[in-house]
Structures are given as C-alpha cells and as structure tokens.
DNA sequence: TATGAATGAGGCTTCATTCAT
DNA sequence: TATGAATGAAGCCTCATTCAT
C-alpha cells in the first residue's frame, strides 16, 4: 500500500500502455483476419484467436464488432494520410506534376508496405448509403488532390477543361493497379513501375 | 390421342414459359436487393418478397443462395458483354481511339441503363482468391481490351511501353467514374460527360 | 355420346382398375424408395419419381404421407399374413412342430421373396406410443403364433412353463436372422439354413 | 506472480468441469428426448430445453446434430459394454453356460436400469448402409459373445452345428424380450424372468 | 481486466402439401 | 385426373454479444 502509493501514476501510465497495446494487437489481427476472410465473414472470434485473447476481451476494448472495424479503418486511414501528408509537406510549393508524383508515390509505397488491409480499404466503393460518413479514404484523398490541380491549372500546367472529372480517373487508376498488385500476378509490373505509369498516363492526359 | 397431341406440348411450353418468367423476375428482385442491401445483408426473404413469390420458390429455381447470386452475376455480366460486343462489332477495323471511345461509351450507356447491379458487379474487386473463376467482368473486360491496344500500337496510334499497364488504367478509370455516379452526387457531371473525360485522358496519355 | 352410353359400367370399371394400377404402381414405388432411403428420409418426391408420375398424383391416391405408408404397411402386411395363413391352413390339426416349421417357413421365404420393406416391416420395433394401433405386423404374428402353442402344450409336445414369453422369443430370433440375412454377408448361411437353424433351436429349446 | 499461479490452474479446472457437467446434461436430455420422441423427431430446441440450456448451448459442445447422436449412441454403447465386460470377468473360466447367464443378466439389467436410450439403442437394426461403422452395439456384443460359444463347443457343452446362427438368435431373443418390457405391458414378467427364460430356451436349444 | 461458456435472434434451407392449369 | 410450380411452417445452425467467475 505505502509503497505503492508514490507510483500510482506511473501504474496508471503503464496500465494504460498495456491496455494500449492489447488493443493494438486486437487492431492488428483484425487487420489480418479482414483481409483474409473478408469484411463480412470474418468472426469476432477468429479475430481473437489471431491476437491471441479470448472474445471478451475484445469487448473490453471496442464496444462491438462495427466499433473494432471503424477503429481499424480510422488507424489505417490515418497512417495512409499522414504519411501521404508528409509526402506532399515536402513538395508545398514546386510544380503539380511534383506534387502529382509525390501523391501517388506516397499512396503506392503505403500500400505495398502495409498491404492486406489498407488495400481492402482502398477497393471499397464509397458507399454513401451503407457506411455513412465512414470510410473517409477516398474522400481525403481527393480533398488533397484538388488544391494541387487547382494550382496546376492557374499555374498552366494542367488543362482546366476536365477538372471535376480529375480526382476520380486517377484515383481510379490507382485502386485499378492495386487491384492487378493483389492479384500476386508475378508477370505483371512492381508496384513501382505501375505508380510510374499511372503517373505517366495521367499527367500526359490531363496536360495542356 | 390424336386430339391431345396437339395440345400436350403447348402445355409444357407454356409452364415452362411460366417457370423461366418467375425466374426472371426472381432474378430482377435479387438484383434489386442485393444493389440496395449489400451482397452480404441481402436476406433471401426480402429477395422472396420483392419478388412477389414465396420463399420456397428461390429455391425451385436456384439451389441455394450461392447459386442464385452466382446466376444473377453470370447473366448481367453477359448482358454488358453482349452490349459491348455489339458496339465492337460495329467499329471492326476503325482505329484504336473509335474503338476505345465505343468500348467506354458501351459500357458506360449500359451501366446508367440497368444501373444498380451491373454497377454493384462492377465495383467487386477481382478477388481471385475467395471468388475463383467467377465474377469474371473486369476479366472480360481486358479481354477485349487488350486486342485493340495491341492493334493501336501496331498502327502506331499508341504508344508502347506502358502496353501491359493499359487495361488496368481504363478500367480503373471508369470504375472510378461509376463510383462517382453512383454517390447520386448531382453536382457532377452525368454518364455521357464521364465517359469523354475518360477518354479524353486515356486517349491523350497513351498517345504516341 | 350414344355410343358410349353402353358402356358406361364398363368404362368405370376400366378407370377403377387403372385407379389402382397407379395406386399399386405408387405403393410399389413407395416400398423401393423407403427401404432404399429410410422411413423418414423418404421424399415423396423421391416417391413420384421411382413411381413415374408427379408429386400431385401420390395426392390423388392418398390422403396425405401417413396415409401412403399406413396403406403400404397394410398391403404387404396383409400379403405377409394372407400368405402365412395359408401355409398354416395346410398343417391344421397337425403336430405344434409340424405348425412351428410352417410358420417360421412361410415368414421366412415371403420376406426372402419380397425383400427391401417387409423386412424393415419386421424390423420396426414395435412401439406402441408413436404408431397406436398400426404397425400390426409382429402382433398378428403373435397372434397366430398363441393357439398353435398352446395347443402343443395341451398335447404335452411343449413346455407350458414359459408360455408368455415364447412368441418374443421366437419372434425376436426370426428377426435377429432377418437382419442377419439383410448385411448381404456373403458368408453368412442362406435363408433357408436360417429358418432350420431358428426351428431347431427354438423347438429344442421348449420341448418337455 | 507466485500468487496468482496457484490459483490459474484450479480456475482452468473448474471450467473443465462445469463444461463437461454442461456436455453431460445435454447428453442425458438429448437420451430421454431421442427416446421420448424418436430418433428423428427429436428437436434440437426441445433438448436444449430439457437441457435447460439454450440451443446455442447444443453447438458450443457438439459440432451438429448428427454428431450430438453419435456422441450419445458412443457413451451409452460404452456404458453397457464396461457392465458387460466387467460381469464377464467375473465368471472368466467357468462353464459357457454360467458365461452366458451373465452375459444375458447383464444386458437385461443394464437396459432396464439405464431405461429408454439404450433400449431405443438396442433396437436400431444394424443398417451398415446408412450408419457406417457406427453403431456398434450389436456387433461388440457379437463380438463377446463368439469366444464363450467357441470354448463351450469345445469343451462339448454346446452342439457345434449351428455356431455361425448362435449370436444373432440369442441377441434376437435378447431384443425380442426387451421389445416387450418396453411395451410397459403389465401383465408381461418383469425383466428378470425375461432374462431367466431367454437363458433357458438357449441354453436347452443349444446344448448338445 | 481477462476469460470463455452461454445466450438467442436471425438466416438459410427443406419438404409435405396445395392448387391453378 | 395428372401435372408440377408455389407455398410457408418448421427445423438446423451461426455468431455477435453478454456475464459470471
């Protein structure tokens, strides 16, 4: 008791940690278990079998299985677009296609790196009806494209004709690579080589 | 004997008639239900209801609801190849950009035409794994694709390098582009409009 | 119209005599399907297709599923009986052995003959909570088998002690070889070596 | 640490038992609901209720239905097998006759202690085709029965000729007898003569 | 807080029976 | 009368969630 006494912040602090870190782990096999068994068939308790806890404790960290999804898909958004942000921090300033190339540099290198689940995040359609304003990926996305084809097209470099249509065709373009990456196609081009021709073909198409 | 001979096999036509016409319309609900509650959500009963029949009929004309499903995808993918096929026919030996244009314009009229399900099979990701040779649409898709390119690039209309990217990247595109319809966003521009954007960039990129 | 007023009798004996060729042919039908498939397991359907008509007909010709089996059960109970009634007609009067060997004899050689579902007739347990008074089959047998005893132990041919267990038991061994007989072990003795063994055993076993 | 050590593994134990005090009593309910309304009519949801459990309860223990029966039908068939076996030891050595008195006298007095199941077990004819090698009962008591015929055919107690019928007349007999007790026929002798009477007409059949 | 057995609503499927042709 | 598609009650099973230890 006395002896505790001083140190009863730090418990809590480590306590916290622990705490942290289960759900961290929880997060984790989910992320597997979705991307494995699908969004709809996998079971809370493979989910906790994969983490290595039983059920309850699933429990005592999300409240159910839509929280343990949201929060899996809000960690996972989050990580994309802080690194997409740091990305595009480092070229404020220089030319679209610069900033174009940071974008989808940044989003391909993600996604090969942290693969299953941010993927699965990426192919699903924004489904307004069902998942509310959840599933924000490829919101946020486009929300940092536009100013930079915005200033591409003030600054001449990019056509002005088509830009409502922009985001899109290039985000499409990037889930449409994604989609042949996951394949495991082994004939067909590393992930590199596609976020050069996405690259390519959009900035050749969208040019002045 | 005589008599009923002339009639017997009216008969059976006319129950068979009768047969394929509810599974038509089992067919029409599914799709129906499945675009407006999700693949997973899509109760059999609700299926039964928008039909108009009962439940024990679904399963007088489909095994089970896997099989139902699996009919439904098999015949709008046919419908769309159908209607693609067609356009294609009708463009035989043009150049590359008039057969791209009627492959866009195809798939694009059909989408907006028999919206909600082709649209829905459209957005499934080619998952290989838990689907195996089904859901073959985007597949068929690049079927076609791929000798158009492949002439484009031999009349020199194309450019080359990016040949095995190509398919993907359109595809991409107009996945994208049907999201975006799909959101009922009614500030952006309709089908016709999307489909030229598409175009316009695809063309544009991959020019030589 | 006045041609056929003549022969009107006739003609309804001709329909009433096809009426129960299809009834035959369905309870023929009926036997196959449940000894092939079960008791419960049988499907009418199953039932209409073995018969070669449609589900419809079965109800045409029997009130309902219960109806059908009750009516099958009785017809090749009633052929079992009819068959065993006139084997014992021709030993009347003689010895209770000579009667014994009849009966034993005839159960045996009918139930040989007609094989699949008399045999799982007699296998039936006979429970008395599920089939009220139907299901007679080992009752009749009993039935039979009571005055033939007791008229051998009047004659001082058998002994009187055991009395009111002698038809089970010789009802229980006859089905034991039934059921023996029915495994299709090749190696086991056919059924007339069966129907010798059980007479030898049970008359040994209950002489003075 | 230490502290809790002690305690995880008696936890660990008591769950055991409690989930196995659960399987047993759906075990027990599931014996008196088979019995009580048929092999096949028997519901999952009126076992869980005689259970006082909830369905869900049932599949937390056995994988399904089927494997709910043949759990029991394996833990019943066990139970009479030891009784059996463990009376058969005690009279190793002695005379076929005394043998086979036990064998007898353990049966009826298994069946009629352990009542409705095993009874219901006893009657199931031996259907290879549709219950595999499940099932057992019959057979393991075959199986017992051949030795003590084998040692009193050679030590000239028992007539050689009819060894091969031997076991399926007595346990016919045997279920012949047990058919009647079932029957709750009141003025049918009670289990013991039953026993003592099938004994009798065996042995005096078989004896040399 | 972790555990994992228990819960039970809900979905899928079967099949005896009905009924319009 | 025969047909066979339609019906729908009923049974099996799953799995997210709860809760006593």
Redesign the pocket.
């Known amino acids: 008791m006395n002896r505790d006494s001083k140190s009863e912040a730090p418990v809590k602090k480590l ?1 916290s940690r622990l ?1 942290e870190a ?1 759900a961290d782990a929880i997060l984790a096999a989910a992320a597997t278990v979705f991307a494995r068994e699908g969004l709809h ?5 493979s989910i906790a079998e994969q983490a290595g ?9 999300f409240t ?3 929280a343990l999804l949201e929060a899996l898909r809000a960690k996972r958004r989050e990580a994309l677009l802080e690194r997409l942000d740091a990305s595009l921090a480092q070229v404020e300033g220089q030319p679209a296609r610069v900033q174009l190339r940071a974008f989808v540099v940044a989003v391909f290198a993600h996604v090969s790196e942290h693969d299953v689940f941010v993927r699965l995040l990426m192919q699903l359609p924004e489904d307004a009806a069902r998942t509310q304003n959840k599933s924000r990926v490829l919101a946020e996305l486009n929300r940092r494209l536009e100013p930079i084809l915005d200033r591409g097209i003030k600054a001449g470099e990019l056509r002005a004709e088509g830009r409502a249509f922009y985001p899109a065709l290039l985000v499409g373009m990037v889930r449409g690579a994604l989609d042949r990456l996951r394949e495991g196609d082994r004939a067909s081009p590393a992930a590199a080589a596609w976020a050069e021709e996405v690259l390519r073909v959009f900035l050749k198409g969208i040019e002045v």
């Open positions: 306590r705490k289960t068939a996998a079971k809370m308790e806890v039983s059920v309850g404790t699933l429990y005592n960290h159910d299985r839509a």
